[in-house]
């Protein structure tokens, strides 16, 4: 027998005379999974059921490990420098998936807890910090340190007590998609609007296969390298913004004309003027077009006053003989939005956009513009490629954690398809789940499994 189950969307939002269509959106669930729950709890997906059920007979984490909330920050004393050997170094940065980042270093009384060595052990050597907030793209964060400190109270510490299970590869399980997939989808908390996280009881109950000797180390070496990346790419500090990349601050602001020097190009061969109606109004869009030693600049926005929309409309076009300036300006340029073009027309509204200026001459400025451009491409090209490495590593450790879980392609494509993902002002050190990546890791299963 099936069970109809519907959960109202999120977003967007809807009206509530339209949740009557929205419920034929539903899912049908077989009646003997919901009997199956042992704790009650009602998913809208067969799938969560299934994967609940096939890990039923794996160690947990809470028997393979011990673990710990950090302290209530606000019943302590802090200070910038340990009194006495009672006062321990107290962890003020945060924690990512495969990173650690360090913020000012400052000391707590501990004093009261000196003397209970069990207590102390979660906060000395090798163990696992799991932060307690979800990442914007729904995964668990999690990473290993090493160092003595005490850490505060949005943070797990977790121990591992079983000799079967090499840290890494703990780590690996926690930080997978499959792990996070099945905590996010089974979680209250977890799925809340603002603030969602975990809690210490529900990340206790994770299962924890117990997988090959071989396939544990092999997990952990892709570990080792994977932190290894990743700990660049936090050095990079990569934005992906030319600007970003400057090596001095600019001396003040130079319009697009002054850059282009517009009023000395002559016409027909320098320069030309595709849209010759003298439009005002605003520009929502620019696209720049490059073709040999030409950019294009189109527009999109509305006249005034007639309200009347034009939507790639090519402006003008101009000969930059510069190739670094060319892609300077694309850069900064392109996806420009709201621009008003009420006081001046279309085109001198573009000709007028202010840019960086970096040297008193204009041909000092492009010399260091086409530096500034040099080292953002070179940098941006080093991004990419760790980039690249961070996600191939990633892929191979979510395959190996799929297989060791036993769960086949069908189920792995399922689960990367809908564990959800907010990529705005998602962090590095989160991989995009996109299809190439799933396509990676579903090949790469198929290759281990062949």
């Known amino acids: 027998m099936k069970t109809t189950a519907y959960q109202y969307p999120k977003n967007p939002v809807r009206p509530l005379h339209d949740l009557k269509a929205d419920i034929q959106q539903h899912s049908q669930i077989d009646y003997e999974l919901l009997l199956s729950e042992p704790t009650n709890r009602i998913f809208t997906s067969e799938q969560i059921y299934r994967l609940q059920n096939a890990f039923t007979s794996y160690p947990t984490l809470r028997q393979i490990a011990?673990?710990?909330?950090?302290?209530?920050?606000?019943?302590?004393?802090?200070?910038?420098?340990?009194?006495?050997?009672?006062?321990?170094?107290?962890?003020?940065?945060?924690?990512y998936r495969?990173?650690?980042?360090?913020?000012?270093?400052?000391?707590?009384?501990?004093?009261?807890?000196?003397?209970?060595a069990d207590y102390l052990t979660f906060f000395k050597g090798e163990r696992i910090l799991l932060r307690r907030i979800i990442s914007r793209r729904n995964r668990l964060q999690a990473m290993v340190v090493n160092d003595d400190f005490v850490e505060g109270k949005d943070l797990y510490s977790i121990l591992i007590t079983d000799d079967g299970y090499d840290i890494k590869y703990v780590l690996a399980t926690l930080n997978s998609t499959l792990i996070s997939y099945l905590y996010y989808m089974r979680s209250t908390v977890a799925q809340k609007d603002d603030f969602r996280q975990t809690t210490l009881?529900?990340?206790?109950?994770?299962?924890?296969?117990?997988?090959?000797?071989?396939?544990?180390?092999?997990?952990?070496?892709?570990?080792?390298?994977?932190?290894?990346?990743?700990?660049?790419l936090q050095k990079l500090a990569f934005k992906d913004n030319v600007m970003s990349y400057c090596h001095a601050q600019p001396i003040g602001e130079m319009p697009l004309s002054s850059i282009l020097r517009w009023n000395q190009l002559t016409p027909g061969s320098q320069k030309r003027i595709l849209d010759k109606q003298r439009r005002r109004g605003l520009i929502s869009k620019i696209e720049i077009l490059e073709k040999a030693d030409w950019l294009t600049f189109v527009v999109s926005g509305k006249?005034?006053?007639?309200?009347?929309?034009?939507?790639?409309?090519?402006?003008?076009?101009?000969n930059i003989t510069e190739p670094t300036l060319r892609r300077y300006i694309t850069s900064l340029l392109s996806g420009r939005k709201s621009i008003s073009a009420t006081k001046h027309t279309v085109?001198?509204?573009?000709?007028?956009?202010?840019?960086?200026?970096?040297?008193?001459?204009?041909?000092g400025n492009i010399s260091e513009i086409g530096k500034i451009v040099e080292a953002y491409e070179t940098t941006l090209s080093t991004h990419q490629k760790l980039i690249e490495q961070m996600r191939e590593l990633e892929a191979q450790i979510d395959s190996n954690v799929f297989l060791a879980y036993q769960v086949s392609t069908d189920s792995a494509k399922v689960i990367m398809e809908n564990l959800e993902r907010d990529t705005t002002g998602a962090d590095?050190?989160?991989?995009?789940?996109?299809e190439d990546y799933q396509n990676r890791v579903l090949q790469m299963m198929k290759d281990r499994q062949s």
Not at 70 to 84: C, D, H, R, S
Not at 203 to 230: C, G, H, S
Request: aromatic share 10%.
């Open 428 to 434: 590095v050190s989160d991989v995009n789940i996109d």
């Open 303 to 318: 006249e005034k006053p007639q309200e009347k929309e034009f939507a790639g409309l090519p402006l003008f076009s101009v």
């Open 201 to 232: 009881e529900e990340i206790r109950q994770l299962p924890m296969v117990r997988a090959d000797p071989k396939v544990q180390q092999e997990i952990a070496t892709y570990v080792d390298r994977l932190v290894n990346v990743k700990s660049e």
């Open 347 to 363: 085109l001198d509204a573009v000709l007028s956009l202010k840019l960086p200026k970096f040297a008193p001459s204009l041909r």
């Open 98 to 116: 495969y990173i650690v980042t360090r913020n000012e270093v400052k000391y707590v009384d501990f004093s009261q807890h000196i003397s209970d």
């Open 66 to 95: 011990d673990s710990m909330r950090g302290i209530e920050g606000y019943k302590y004393q802090y200070k910038a420098t340990a009194p006495n050997t009672d006062w321990l170094p107290f962890f003020t940065g945060q924690v």
